[in-house]
Protein backbone atom coordinates (compact mmCIF):
# COMPACT_ATOMS: atom_id res chain seq x y z
CA UNK A 1 0.00 0.00 0.00
CA UNK A 2 1.54 3.33 -0.74
CA UNK A 3 -0.15 7.21 -0.35
CA UNK A 4 -0.60 9.89 -2.88
CA UNK A 5 2.10 12.65 -2.33
CA UNK A 6 0.39 15.41 -2.69
CA UNK A 7 -3.06 14.61 -0.91
CA UNK A 8 -2.18 11.56 1.12
CA UNK A 9 -4.93 9.40 -0.41
CA UNK A 10 -4.31 5.41 0.55
CA UNK A 11 -3.73 3.96 -3.24
CA UNK A 12 -3.33 0.76 -4.53
CA UNK A 13 0.84 -0.24 -5.58
CA UNK A 14 0.28 -0.31 -9.02
CA UNK A 15 -1.49 3.55 -8.83
CA UNK A 16 0.00 5.68 -11.74
CA UNK A 17 -1.26 8.51 -10.74
CA UNK A 18 -4.03 9.85 -7.54
CA UNK A 19 -7.67 8.99 -8.45
CA UNK A 20 -8.35 11.97 -5.77
CA UNK A 21 -6.19 14.57 -6.84
CA UNK A 22 -5.11 12.96 -10.12
CA UNK A 23 -1.47 13.45 -9.59
CA UNK A 24 0.48 11.41 -11.90
CA UNK A 25 3.55 9.79 -9.98
CA UNK A 26 7.20 10.01 -11.71
CA UNK A 27 8.33 6.46 -11.79
CA UNK A 28 5.51 4.47 -11.73
CA UNK A 29 4.76 1.09 -12.90
CA UNK A 30 3.55 1.82 -16.22
CA UNK A 31 5.54 4.31 -18.12
CA UNK A 32 4.03 6.77 -20.84
CA UNK A 33 0.89 6.18 -20.08
CA UNK A 34 -0.80 8.98 -21.16
CA UNK A 35 -3.88 9.34 -18.19
CA UNK A 36 -5.91 12.84 -19.29
CA UNK A 37 -9.90 13.45 -20.08
CA UNK A 38 -10.72 12.04 -23.91
CA UNK A 39 -13.41 13.36 -25.70
CA UNK A 40 -12.59 10.53 -28.57
CA UNK A 41 -12.61 8.07 -25.41
CA UNK A 42 -16.11 9.72 -24.17
CA UNK A 43 -17.70 9.61 -27.56
CA UNK A 44 -16.46 5.48 -28.09
CA UNK A 45 -18.45 5.38 -24.49
CA UNK A 46 -21.53 7.23 -25.75
CA UNK A 47 -21.71 5.18 -29.58
CA UNK A 48 -20.97 1.62 -27.48
CA UNK A 49 -21.60 1.60 -23.99
CA UNK A 50 -20.66 -1.76 -22.91
CA UNK A 51 -17.34 -1.05 -24.26
CA UNK A 52 -17.03 2.61 -22.36
CA UNK A 53 -18.03 0.57 -18.76
CA UNK A 54 -15.59 -1.77 -19.61
CA UNK A 55 -12.79 0.41 -20.09
CA UNK A 56 -13.75 2.19 -17.15
CA UNK A 57 -13.24 -0.85 -15.23
CA UNK A 58 -10.22 -1.90 -16.63
CA UNK A 59 -8.45 1.59 -17.18
CA UNK A 60 -9.37 2.86 -13.52
CA UNK A 61 -6.79 2.07 -11.52
CA UNK A 62 -3.92 2.74 -13.82
CA UNK A 63 -5.53 5.89 -15.91
CA UNK A 64 -8.60 6.90 -14.07
CA UNK A 65 -8.90 10.01 -15.53
CA UNK A 66 -9.31 8.27 -18.80
CA UNK A 67 -11.23 5.68 -17.20
CA UNK A 68 -13.40 8.53 -16.23
CA UNK A 69 -14.32 9.84 -19.61
CA UNK A 70 -14.97 6.29 -20.99
CA UNK A 71 -17.56 5.92 -17.85
CA UNK A 72 -18.77 9.31 -18.52
CA UNK A 73 -19.31 8.81 -22.28
CA UNK A 74 -21.18 5.16 -21.70
CA UNK A 75 -23.32 6.60 -18.67
CA UNK A 76 -24.52 9.46 -20.98
CA UNK A 77 -25.85 7.05 -23.49
CA UNK A 78 -27.74 4.92 -21.20
CA UNK A 79 -29.42 7.87 -19.20
CA UNK A 80 -30.33 9.30 -22.73
CA UNK A 81 -31.68 5.89 -23.86
CA UNK A 82 -33.58 5.85 -20.33
CA UNK A 83 -34.64 9.18 -21.24
CA UNK A 84 -35.74 7.97 -25.31
CA UNK A 85 -37.23 5.37 -23.59
CA UNK A 86 -39.54 7.36 -21.36
CA UNK A 87 -40.32 9.65 -23.97
CA UNK A 88 -41.47 7.11 -26.56
CA UNK A 89 -43.21 5.54 -23.57
CA UNK A 90 -45.49 8.37 -22.94
CA UNK A 91 -45.93 9.20 -26.50
CA UNK A 92 -46.91 6.05 -27.39
CA UNK A 93 -49.53 6.40 -24.67
CA UNK A 94 -50.64 9.39 -25.34
CA UNK A 95 -51.50 8.21 -29.18
CA UNK A 96 -53.44 5.78 -27.53
CA UNK A 97 -55.51 7.64 -25.78
CA UNK A 98 -55.95 10.01 -28.97
CA UNK A 99 -56.75 6.77 -31.52
CA UNK A 100 -57.82 4.27 -29.42
CA UNK A 101 -61.37 4.30 -29.32
ZN1 LIG B 1 -3.71 12.72 -4.41
Known amino acids: MKYCTTCGKELADNAVS ?3 C ?14 KP ?3 IALLGFLFPLIGLILYVVWKPTTPL ?3 SA ?3 ALTAIIMGIILGILSGIISALGA ?3 GY
Open 71 to 73: GKG
Open 18 to 20: CPN
Open 97 to 99: GYY
Open 38 to 40: SFG
Open 66 to 68: RAK
Open 22 to 35: GYVFSGGSVVGVND
